[in-house]
């Protein structure tokens, strides 16, 4: 089978669809980030373009939370990605209590949040991107399973695709890690 090279395009996606918080200016600020991805099994990377406010309180404060969203919160979350906090007051678009970080907002809507520390900042042309180890995750009860570990097939994050700018759901398991490999018989067997 050919394949055809479409240049050097970023196609990782999709990705989950989050909204970081933190505080600027004593108050609270909300953005979309769907330009996340893991670092090990302690830290994330959250990527913003420069021009976003929330850099602002992200740089400041060195915290920040990660919040998961879900279907029902989906407008509520465009809609803090489609507005600045320099110009909107987006501190009352969601219902919210601090975190145990310190300026670290916990979106109760959310299913799941993550509270993280800053321990880098990588900087490219056009974005800031930030190294945060996670510190607290707090998450709904009814999103985990009988052995305490978080249920994505309950949880249903929803995920961000780049190319055509879409919001997609989550389905179900397709295979089990480790389990589906029983099945493969290699060539050489």
């Given amino acids: ?10 196609a990782l996606y999709p990705t989950p669809t989050t909204i970081i918080g933190t505080v600027i ?5 909300w953005l979309i980030v769907a330009h996340v991805g893991i670092l090990g099994h302690d830290a994330i990377l959250l990527s913003s ?9 992200i740089k400041e404060n060195r915290t920040v939370s990660v919040n998961l969203v879900s279907e029902d919160i989906l407008a509520k979350a465009d809609y803090v990605g489609s507005v600045s906090g320099e110009s909107v007051d987006k501190s009352h678009v969601f219902d919210y209590h601090m975190g145990q970080l310190k300026n670290v907002p916990i979106i109760d809507e959310s299913p799941l949040t993550m ?7 990588y900087d490219s042309e056009h974005h800031d ?7 607290h995750t707090h998450v709904e009860d009814k999103m985990l399973d009988g052995t305490g570990k978080i249920d994505y097939e309950k ?3 929803i995920l961000f695709e780049m190319p055509t700018g879409a919001y997609l759901k989550t389905g179900a398991i397709a295979a089990k890690c480790w389990d589906i490999s029983k099945s493969y018989k290699s060539k050489g067997e």
């Fill in 155 to 157: 949880l249903k994050p």
């Fill in 1 to 10: 089978m050919m394949k055809k090279d479409i240049g050097p395009v970023i």
């Fill in 115 to 121: 509270e993280c520390e800053v321990v880098d900042i």
């Fill in 49 to 57: 373009h420069k021009t976003h406010y929330t850099n602002q309180g």
């Fill in 129 to 135: 991107n930030f190294i945060v180890k996670v510190v």
């Fill in 25 to 29: 200016k004593g108050k609270v600020n």
